[in-house]
């Protein structure tokens, strides 16, 4: 199995704050990386697809990279409806498909 | 409007079933595959199974500790997908969620249903 590894678990930040949240995978994994955003209490939202793409409606300020193992999601400017919890996921190797621990942005 | 609707949790006891359906709409259901993923309050998401669009033959894939008790199911005639849960265990208690997936060659779970809560109570 695939594991993935976020880091920082949470973070506290101020609004137009750059921020950054790591992924690893335990194997190369090329770019079958997903980026989600959950907020409390609701479904979780995809935000990139393919370590780097933009889902269709997502702001801008969003952006992801990395290959391999070792990935990242860059917030560049906080706004206040981006405070919620980031999950990244593999698809490289299913079963199983496999989620990050995930990365909790809150408010400083 | 692209949706999924999730229905069928409630309470149940330590060794019943269960069965969850997901309804689907504004989009071509035969194309895409269904993810079931789960959320213990206040934990991560974990994958539970899919089971994959027509164009991969409608293969099931499920997480390694839950096969056997859970079966993934879908009738592209109605755009629905089930989730059968048998033997249920108390861990087994979160917020369920269907999900969309598509995309070649990454895939991605692009839609997602807003959840229903199974509760299993001893």
């Known amino acids: 199995d695939i594991q993935m590894t976020q880091s920082p678990s949470s973070l506290s930040a101020s609004v137009g704050d750059r921020v950054t949240i790591t992924c690893r995978a335990s194997?190369?994994?090329?770019?079958?990386l997903n980026w989600y955003q959950q907020k409390s209490g609701k479904a979780p939202n995809l935000l990139i697809y393919?370590?780097?793409t933009l889902q269709s409606g997502v702001p801008s300020r969003f952006s992801g990279s990395g290959s391999g193992t070792y990935f990242t999601l860059t917030i560049s400017s906080l706004q206040p409806e981006d405070f919620a919890t980031y999950f990244c996921?593999?698809?490289?190797?299913?079963?199983?498909?496999?989620f990050g621990g995930g990365t909790k942005v809150e408010i400083k | 409007e692209v949706q999924l609707v999730e229905s069928g949790g409630g309470l149940v006891q330590t060794g019943g079933s269960l069965k969850l359906s997901c309804a689907a709409s504004?989009?071509?259901?035969?194309?895409?595959?269904i993810n079931w993923v789960r959320q213990a309050s206040g934990k991560g998401l974990e994958w539970v199974g899919r089971?994959?669009?027509?164009?991969?033959?409608?293969?099931?894939e499920y997480a390694e500790s839950l096969k056997g008790r859970f079966i993934i199911s879908r009738d592209d005639s109605t755009d629905t997908a089930d989730l059968q849960m048998n033997t249920l265990e108390t861990d087994d208690t979160a917020v369920y969620y269907c999900?969309?997936?598509?995309?070649?060659?990454?895939?991605?779970?692009?839609?997602w249903g807003k959840g229903t809560t199974v509760t299993v109570s001893s």
């Open positions: 999900s969309g997936e598509i995309g070649y060659p990454f895939e991605y779970m692009y839609v």
């Open positions: 504004g989009f071509t259901f035969r194309d895409v595959g």
């Open positions: 089971i994959r669009s027509q164009t991969y033959g409608y293969a099931t």
């Open positions: 194997h190369i994994i090329s770019r079958y």
């Open positions: 393919g370590a780097s």
């Open positions: 996921q593999q698809s490289f190797s299913i079963p199983p498909l496999t």
